[in-house]
């Protein structure tokens, strides 16, 4: 395979894969019969012909941390790895156009080389951008939408090999759904996200009583440009980081220091204790307590990405819903009553966060202020009682499940939570009328193309 002339990179279309394709979590896998790292938008193009004439499914893939089967395929699965570059930077309009496939990380740091930031960013940043972008990737803040909400255009090479500019004077239909689309309207090839100037953050954490929390939490969301909570079952022990801008300079603990807190008590020790916990689940409780107890106050000064995203090293399953901002705490004391009143061993903490509301059609927060509350279970522990638990929980409040994150939802379930649902499902039937961009996942939660749910 020849050097792309326009890109100077080597394409990989078509190679069969010597292993079965798994997600960051470990909890999915599929055999694809192909995998293909376009280099070049021509390529894409070139590989949905070769799709379609081999009557082939087609799969665009991030970085493989959906914890749903979202990204899995067993036709042909399309990695973005080799469009990761930067197109083009406006310093006028603080706009970055880059190619879909590079990595949150990668962009943070060509951000950071221009002086400026995302906004805001979820709390890790290992995703590719189209990936994260297409299951509505969020992180925290009351006036602040998730990263979908940055986009201001983008490219899409859709089922009959077109390939569209999109924004919302051109395609305005396409951009406005295909910001967060579940790779079911086409492969996107590249996005112009709207940025700010680079900024630092303030970020002070310290640990509450869940009663304190309930109590308090809308005046602090309100009081605070980020909000993120962490209650810790067993321990009546909430602990809050609240974020902030700030003029003063970056103010961090010294490398050991940091190492030592983020990596050998955050992840290492932390990692052995869940691994314990697993096989004696009786010291489950003891374990959170000591855990919960050990988070002191902390607080720093830093860039916005050092703030805003972690190394997460211990492998978990995550389920995480959207709903309305005020049924926040409700639903918070209702999951505790749910673990103590189950006897639930429950080994990871409960996360709580706001965003606010978008009018992107399958954004978890269309329409509405919203709050996320995530649960975690160690990779490896038994969930499904936890999780379903919850789940009918988050229902009792019209409930958005993250797309990317484990749920039980099917279409039917689904489409009456969004009030721009048809929308999109007439835009996906126009532009992929024969299913090319199906997967299981898809079929599921959207229905077959073309159907009503
Ligand atoms: C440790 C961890 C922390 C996380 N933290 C957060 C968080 O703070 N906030 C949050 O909201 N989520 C969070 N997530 C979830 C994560 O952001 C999403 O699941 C995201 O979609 C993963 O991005 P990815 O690049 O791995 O995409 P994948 O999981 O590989 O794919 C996701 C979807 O993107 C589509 N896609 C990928 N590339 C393209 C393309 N070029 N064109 C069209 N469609 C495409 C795929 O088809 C698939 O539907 C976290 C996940 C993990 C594992």
């Given at each position: 395979m020849g050097v792309n002339a326009g890109t100077g990179r080597t394409p990989a279309l078509g190679t069969r894969p010597s292993a079965p394709w798994r997600n960051w979590g470990g909890n999915q896998r599929c055999n694809p019969e192909v995998i293909d790292e376009p280099a070049s938008v021509e390529d894409v193009v070139e590989l949905l012909r070769a799709a379609r004439d081999a009557n082939q499914t087609v799969k665009a893939v991030g970085?493989?941390?959906?914890?749903?089967?979202?990204?899995?395929?067993?036709g042909r699965l399309v990695r973005l790895?080799?469009?990761?570059?930067?197109i083009d930077h406006d310093p006028v309009c603080q706009t970055i156009t880059v190619e879909a496939g590079m990595r949150l990380f990668e962009l943070n740091r060509e951000l950071d080389q221009r002086g400026l930031a995302l906004a805001n960013l979820g709390?890790?940043?290992?995703?590719?951008i189209a990936g994260a972008l297409a299951t509505g990737t969020h992180g925290t803040g009351a006036e602040l939408g998730g990263?979908?909400?940055?986009?201001r255009e983008l490219e899409i090479v859709t089922a009959d090999g077109q390939v569209l500019r999109c924004s919302a004077d051109e395609e305005p239909e396409i951009f406005h759904c295909a910001r967060v689309s579940l790779g079911a309207l086409g492969i996107i090839t590249s996005y112009t996200l709207q940025c700010v100037p680079a900024f630092r953050l303030r970020m002070e954490e310290r640990p509450y009583s869940i009663d304190e929390v309930v109590e308090s939490f809308a005046s602090t969301v309100a009081a605070n440009e980020h909000v993120d909570g962490y209650w810790w079952p067993y321990a009546d022990v909430c602990t809050l980081k609240r974020a902030n801008r700030t003029d003063e300079p970056i103010q961090v603990r010294p490398p050991f220091k940091q190492w030592r807190g983020d990596?050998?008590?955050?992840?290492y020790i932390y990692g052995t204790l869940v691994d314990i916990g697993r096989i004696r689940s009786s010291l489950v409780p003891r374990i959170m307590r000591w855990v919960a107890g050990g988070i002191g106050r902390s607080w720093k000064v830093d860039q916005s990405p050092n703030v805003f995203c972690a190394r997460r090293l211990v492998p978990f399953v995550e389920m995480e819903y959207a709903i309305p901002r005020d049924a926040l705490t409700d639903a918070l004391l209702r999951v505790r009553e749910l673990v103590e009143r189950g006897h639930l061993t429950v080994d990871m903490p409960v996360e709580l966060r706001v965003a606010a509301a978008d009018d992107?059609?399958?954004?978890?927060a269309n329409g509405r202020a919203t709050a996320y509350l995530a649960v975690h279970a160690s990779a490896?522990?038994?969930?499904a009682q936890y999780f379903r638990g919850v789940e009918e929980i988050m229902d009792s409040y019209g409930g958005r499940p993250h797309w990317g994150k484990i749920h039980f939802q099917t279409a039917a379930t689904l489409a009456p939570r969004y009030p721009q649902w048809e929308r999109f499902r007439t835009l996906r039937a126009k532009l992929d009328p024969e299913g090319r961009f199906v997967n299981a996942y898809t079929e599921r939660v959207l229905g077959p193309p073309g159907a009503a749910s």
């Open positions: 970085a493989g941390h959906s914890f749903t089967d979202v990204a899995c395929t067993n790895n080799r469009l990761n570059r930067v709390d890790i940043d290992r995703q590719t990263l979908a909400t940055f986009v990596m050998l008590f955050g992840n992107i059609p399958l954004s978890m490896g522990r038994p969930y």
